[in-house]
Nanobody, 116 residues
């Protein structure tokens, strides 16, 4: 079955950086567009970055220029490099297929907290 395991989150000061990783299994990772989603407390989950199978990328305006998404199809991994982090980036981050399938499976996510 689909398994998504996110890691790399933590507590970081404003202006700091983090690199998130996602290990995917149970589906043809290299044949699907992927994305990073986040959910802040009291808010809906949102897509912040996506990458196609040809490695074209797209970013939400709020993270453009600060986040970089990448993929390694040989290792079935998805990454998110996050720089110049802001308190409003605080959220649980998830990886998944983008756009979402009809019945998406979710991993446990990784918590990112940006605070001084």
């Amino acid at each position: 079955q689909v398994q998504l395991v996110e890691s790399g989150g933590g507590l970081v000061q404003p202006g700091g950086s983090l690199r998130l990783s996602c290990a995917a299994s149970g589906f043809n990772f290299g044949l699907l567009p992927m994305g990073w989603y986040r959910q802040a407390p009291g808010k809906q989950r949102e897509l912040v970055a996506s990458i196609t199978i040809s490695r074209s990328t797209n970013y939400a305006d709020v993270v453009k220029g600060r986040f970089t998404i990448s993929r390694d199809n040989a290792k079935n991994t998805l990454s998110l490099e996050m720089n110049s982090l802001k308190p409003e980036d605080t959220a649980v981050y998830y990886c998944n297929i983008a756009p979402l399938p009809r019945y998406p499976a979710w991993g446990q996510g990784t918590q990112v907290t940006v605070s001084s």
